[in-house]
Structures are given as C-alpha cells and as structure tokens.
C-alpha cells in the first residue's frame, strides 16, 4: 500500500511540512529509474542549509518513495534532470482526489506531478497547466495529461452504494489488494465499510507480513512487524525492508507463490469434477432411457422428435428426445453409444480426482516445508530432492529486459528481440486475448498488444504495434508493408518448427507504412 491514495493522502501532508519554503537545489538521476530531488533553504560552500532529499523510484513492477536528510550524489553516470526547476521555491504539495498521484508545486507556475500507476508509474514536469517534459519518455499517453483534470470525483455515498449493487470497489476503487481481501468482495454492510473508511482516513502505518511479503498497510493484516506514527518513517522502513529482503525469503516467496497458484488450480478443477459427478448422478442415465425405448418400440411413431412413455425405474412418466431422421431402435442405440460414453467419463473422472487428491495433498506438504525451513541450505536441498522448479528473484527478468516495449493510448505493445526472443514473448508471456502481428512473408520480431480488461484495441493503437512489425522486419525500407493481425489464441507452434516460427489459423492483413513510433 506504499502508493495507496489513502496513504499518499497522510504522506503528502507530511512531504508539505517539510518541503514548502525550499528550494529545489538538484535533481539527478543515478539510475534508469530513479530520480533524487534535493531541497535546502539555501546554498553553502560545502553543503546546503536545511536539506531534505526525496528518492523516487520507478521501475515497471515497483515504484516507492525514500526520504532523507543526507544523500550523497555519485561522482560518475549521474545526469541533471528537469533544470528549469532550479532555485525555484516549493509553494505547496497536491494530493489529487481519489488517485494514486500528487504534486509538488513550485514558484512560476511549475509543477512536479508524481504518478505512481504500476506499469505506467512516471514523473511529469507541468508548467500553467501543460505536460513540459517527462521522466519516462516512452509512456507517450502522459504528453497528453492536463493536470486540472487529475482529480477523479466519485460519488461515496449510501445511495450510490445501493444503486452500483452494494459493488462497494465501484465506489472506492483506491482501497488497494490488502483491505480488498480484509472484506472480501460480497455481503459487505454499508457499516462495515464505512469502519475500515474510518480507519484508512485516521490510520497508524504497519509493517506486515502478507502472503509471504512484506507490505506497508494502513490496517494491521497478516503479521504485523512494525508500527509507526509518522507516514513518513513508516515509507522509508518499507524501502529498507523491501531492498533488504534476504536470499532465503526471496526464494521462499517465489517458489511459494507458485506452489499456492498450482494449488488454486487443482482445487478449482477438483470443485468442476465433483460438481460434473453429481450431475452425471443425478441425471436419469443414458442406458435407462435406452432400455425405456427398448421395451416400449412399439409406442412410438416414425419420425417422432420427443414421446412420452412410461418410466419403470421411477413409477411415473417420462419424455425422452429423440432424433426424427432415426428408427426408435436406432435411438435406443444413440442412447447406448451415451452410455458407454458417460461411463468412461466417470471412469476418467473418478481417476483424475484421485490424481488431483494425490497432488493436492503433495503441493500442500511442500508448501508446509519451505514455510519452515529455516536456513537457504535446508531449503535448496529440498526443493533439490523434491525437484521443484526454484525461480531466483533476481533472475526475474522485466519486460524491459527481455523485450522493446512501447505504450500507445495507454496500451502496452511488446516487441521481441530475435527468433529466441520472439518464441519466450509469444509462447510465455502473450495471452489468448492478446494482438498478435507480424510482417508478413518476411522474418522479423513477433508483436504484442497487450489486452485490457473491458476496452477494445483502438485502431490507431493497431495501426502503430504493425507499424512496428513492419519495422522490425524485412520489409524495413518498403513504402507500404503487409502485416498480419490476429489474436494470440489463433497463433501455434507445432513441435519440430524453428526459432520464431509459428502457424497462424486465422488473420487479417494491413498495410502500414514502416515506421519507429
């Protein structure tokens, strides 16, 4: 919850105690996505009078706050960033409305908008209003941001609650996954959420310990490690502590997380098969209906779509379908050939149920064992015996290592590196509805758009990922190049095909000029 607006809401307050009346003597940048702000009430010789830093760290899966009165800046691979802002005084700090992002505002009517959205996390430099420059370039959508509009109304009232279906995330979207499963997303009372509002809006910060992570939260969930008073202090504990994580926690994590997903899933599948049981059970059997037909041919007429006849196994009447274009023995057969059929697939059922049992109970075991381990070596000897896949979190690899990434209109469109490259982006990291392209008849980088729940891929984003196609390829220096569209799910690759080859079942093809967006 480090960039939970309810958090952001007290951080903010606090940043304001410090900052305002300063000026901004530095900014710089050490690393690709870190950004260090240095503020003093005036310069010396040496060092500043009154300093306070802010560190912002933005990286595609982890973007945090870290504040401090010393930091000392490295001599080499450090670039000045955002210069117009220098000896400009801090006139006050914005927090905007229902958002994960605020401003720092300065004399002249320069602002720093600080928006920390997952994936799209940036720092935005706005002069009367207008984006003047942006930290992280590639997100394109920000050059469009007007910051008046960054507040996001929403009706929170009793009212509305009622109307949206008690659907209490429609009315408070910023509650953040930790208070999200606290309530769960059904049967809430409008009383219950108005406590946790409560709580969230006059809070102590907590350190804790959730689904074997450390999180910041404004509720003491899971197990709590430290508590704070001062938002302030319990942010910078959060940086610490999350860059602090020892090898064997990050291990625990990674190789927890997955064993829990496989776990999920197994009980998913074991809920669908005992449900698909009780129907098959309930059911009145195939092979019934086909010795009913049997012993009653003689009742029913040519070419009859439904007859109703007596049922001896239940002491009442039945309908049963039938199939015109057959004879009434003919159907009897139909319903035999179910029957087999329906066998077999108890059969098979009752076999997976077991095997699934079998796994459940073995993923559950593992799960207990790397919980206790209590040193890296008892732990990477089990996972070693026990053959468990072990996925180091720094051989976690971002997007923007593996692959070029651009984001259009708020889309994000991977494109693969080489033949290896583009079979790891198709086959492991595109989804079913995903946009695939590619050059066509030309070698080149597989291309993805990356779906979003609920929005249509405008064409303007569709026309810009096969510009990228086309310019990734063959057809580079072609005025117009052909390119396929298709969706990820109609993309294979059979065994035995090369690096990077794939077949596709279904397309359609645009021509597009080659272009670098």
């Known amino acids: 919850m480090q960039n939970n607006y309810y958090f952001l809401r007290q951080l903010t307050k606090e940043i304001e105690t410090k900052i305002v009346g300063l000026k901004l003597m530095e900014c710089f940048s050490q690393e690709k996505d870190e950004l260090v702000f240095g503020f003093a009430a005036a310069r010396g010789k040496n060092r500043n009078y009154k300093e306070f830093f802010m560190k912002a760290v933005v990286f ?11 930091f000392e800046r490295a001599r080499r691979n450090s670039v000045n960033l955002f210069e117009r802002l220098m000896d400009l005084e801090v006139t006050g700090v914005r927090q905007f409305l229902n958002e994960r992002c605020f401003a720092i505002n300065f004399e002249q009517n320069f602002s720093i908008v600080f928006k920390l959205y997952g994936t799209r996390s940036n720092i935005i430099l706005f002069q009367n209003d207008e984006v003047i420059e942006l930290f992280h370039s590639r997100i394109l959508a920000d050059k469009n941001l007007i910051m008046n509009q960054l507040d996001r109304e929403i ?3 009793y009212e509305n609650f009622i109307q949206q279906g008690k659907d209490y995330r429609k009315l408070f979207p910023t509650f953040g996954k930790l208070v999200n499963s606290e309530l769960g997303f059904e049967n809430n009372s409008w009383e219950e959420i108005q406590i946790i509002v409560r709580q969230l809006e006059n809070p102590r910060y907590y350190l804790v310990k959730w689904q074997h992570e450390v999180h910041l939260s404004l509720l003491p969930l899971g197990e709590v490690l430290q508590e704070f008073t001062s938002a302030i202090e319990a942010i910078n504990s959060f940086y610490v502590s999350h860059n602090k994580v020892n090898t064997l926690d990050e291990e625990k994590v990674n190789i927890l997380r997955k064993l829990n997903k496989e776990k999920k899933q197994t009980e998913i599948y074991l809920q669908d098969a005992f449900r698909r049981l009780e129907m098959v059970d309930s059911a009145v059997k195939n092979e019934e209906l086909g010795h009913i037909l049997m012993a009653n ?16 196994y239940r002491n009442e009447n039945i309908f049963i379908k039938l199939k015109p274009e057959l004879s009434p023995q003919k159907n009897a057969e139909n319903y035999y050939r179910k029957s087999k059929n329906e066998k077999i697939e108890v059969e098979k059922l009752m076999e997976n149920i077991e095997s699934r049992e079998q796994l459940l109970a073995t993923i559950n075991a593992h799960i207990q ?22 996925v180091s979190k720094s051989a976690v690899i971002s997007y923007k290592e593996l692959f070029k990434r651009f984001e259009v209109e708020g889309f994000e469109i991977l494109v693969g590196k080489n033949s290896k490259n583009n079979d790891v982006l198709t086959q492991q990291y595109a989804y079913k509805e995903d946009l695939w392209l590619h050059a066509r008849d030309a070698t080149g980088s597989h291309v993805v758009v990356k779906y979003k729940a609920g929005k249509k891929i405008p064409n303007s984003v569709i026309e810009a990922a096969a510009s990228l196609a086309a310019y990734f390829s063959k057809r580079r220096n072609e005025t117009l190049a052909p390119v396929i569209v298709t969706q990820k799910k109609f993309v294979r690759k059979p065994k035995g095909l090369a690096d990077g080859q794939v077949v596709v079942e279904k397309e359609e093809v645009v021509m597009v000029e080659p272009r670098l967006i």
């Open 297 to 312: 041919l003689h009742q029913i007429e040519e070419r009859a779509e439904r007859v109703e006849l007596f049922d001896f």
């Open 369 to 390: 064992a790397i919980d206790e381990a209590e040193n890296l070596k008892t732990l990477r000897n089990y996972l070693k015996v026990n053959k468990l896949a072990q």
């Open 155 to 157: 009706d929170q009232s």
């Open 60 to 70: 595609p899966d982890f973007s945090a706050l870290y504040f401090t009165d010393k």
